[in-house]
């Protein structure tokens, strides 16, 4: 252990540029690196620091009830040195959890708290804690500053960059059960640093890292008008690294995402663009699928790394990986991506020990209707952001329903 923390201590640390039109004005930083959530509120606010009030300023910390103590600890001793009253809300980290209940516990947290405009919101945890504690910000008195510390390889490349902000919704059905709706409310507040420290991937479960690397696959699937063309290929080549947890690998992997989603938020921060490729959008690519089968229960799929299997269900990366599945055989159907492109998705997501195959979906119809709920529906019409030639996306609404069932009877195990 105290070799692997000798090794992560030597990385770079690497500064990334995401400017936005919205708040803050100027954009943000996103610090990739080793040993970095310790400072990561510094030359924000604190004694000597702008932002700085009362002293040193407060700080509401919004923690992940599964963070290790000493990830968090050194935290707390530099917020009490640098003299900021702070206060810590612990979330459950689980969809169910992702509620409206749990962001106004948030809120009454920075409430007693009194915090303040100047002051910050700081999260560390995975998603769902970015998603959410991101959203308190965005709320708390109209808006208070957020430093995310994704503290997962998913939150890292996707969650904590890019402003959205999120909770669920639970919506009783024509059957009285209760579904739940993924993202359903949320605002765009971008933070105001981010602080990617790869040393904490560490402490994650493999099933976790593995999550992870699904939404890394989509930013390879799209990447190719955005710079970085090599990049799925140059995935694919460095998997093995990955899973092995080399922290000079996830480094280089958590950077080279990070850019690509810059450069799609700095281009169309509030999702708005009408181009072909979808803008903001193609960041969506799998997820119409994958919102409508993550929270599906009685789910069961054998790890194809280890030949385990897995019931109950999908992590949301889990989800993702099916998500890409289903688009890239779409897309397939109707000639927009090569041929080889679904048996080459599904080759990587067995690499990486992902489902692409499912056992326990309910008909295809229903999981159909479930995507209608999906934000992107505009005119009552399913959207579907596809990958095509060369690493590009298209958005099509005009996906007959038969093409889209069998996508997911593909998926069925």
């Not at 407060?58 to 640098?82: G, H, S, W, Y």
């Not at 040393?199 to 799209?222: D, Q, Y």
Request: net charge positive.
């Amino acid at each position: 252990m105290g070799k692997k923390v000798a090794r992560a201590a030597k990385l770079r640390t690497r500064t990334l540029k995401v400017k936005t039109a919205g708040m803050p004005r100027a954009g943000y930083s996103v610090l990739v690196g080793s040993g970095l959530i310790e400072s990561s509120f510094e030359g924000l606010i604190g004694k000597g620091q702008k932002g700085g009030k009362g002293g040193g300023g407060r700080a509401l910390v919004v923690v992940d009830a599964k963070i290790p103590r000493e990830t968090i600890e050194p935290l707390i001793r530099n917020l009490d040195r640098a003299g900021v009253r702070w206060a810590a809300k612990v979330v459950t980290a689980s969809e169910a959890d992702k509620s409206l209940s749990t962001l106004e516990a948030t809120l009454i947290e920075a409430a007693r708290l009194r915090l303040e405009r100047g002051d910050l919101i700081i999260a560390v945890g995975g998603g769902i804690v970015t998603d959410l504690a991101g959203f308190a910000a965005g709320i708390y008195r109209r808006g208070v500053r957020i430093v995310q510390c994704p503290t997962t390889l998913l939150a890292m490349v996707d969650a904590a960059v890019g402003g959205k902000t999120a909770a669920n919704l639970s919506v009783p059905g024509e059957d009285g059960k209760a579904g739940l709706l993924k993202n359903a409310v949320g605002v765009f507040h971008q933070p105001a640093r981010v602080v990617c420290d790869v040393a904490s991937l560490r402490s994650l479960p493999l099933r976790e890292l593995k999550s992870g690397l699904a939404e890394c696959f989509k930013h390879g699937l799209l990447s190719g008008g955005l710079g970085d063309r090599a990049l799925l290929a140059w995935t694919e080549k460095r998997c093995d690294d990955f899973l092995a947890q080399s922290g000079a690998a996830l480094a280089e992997l958590v950077a080279r995402n990070v850019a690509v989603k810059a450069r799609v938020v700095q281009a169309d921060e509030r999702e708005e663009s009408t181009k072909p490729d979808g803008g903001r959008m193609m960041l969506n690519l799998g997820h119409t699928f994958a919102h409508a089968i993550e929270t599906l229960p009685g789910l069961a799929w054998k790890d194809p790394a280890q030949g385990v299997q897995m019931v109950g269900p999908l992590k949301h990366g889990e989800a993702v990986g099916v998500g890409l599945v289903c688009a890239a055989r779409v897309s397939a159907a109707l000639k927009l991506c090569e041929k080889g492109l679904p048996a080459r998705v599904e080759a990587l997501l067995n690499r990486a020990g992902l489902p692409t195959r499912i056992e326990g979906l309910p008909a295809s119809e229903q999981i159909i209707e479930r995507m209608g709920h999906d934000k992107k529906v505009a005119a009552g019409k399913l959207r579907l952001v596809l990958p095509i030639k060369a690493c590009r996306t298209r958005i099509r609404s005009d996906v007959p329903v038969k093409t889209i069932a069998a996508a997911i009877d593909a998926v069925r195990l």
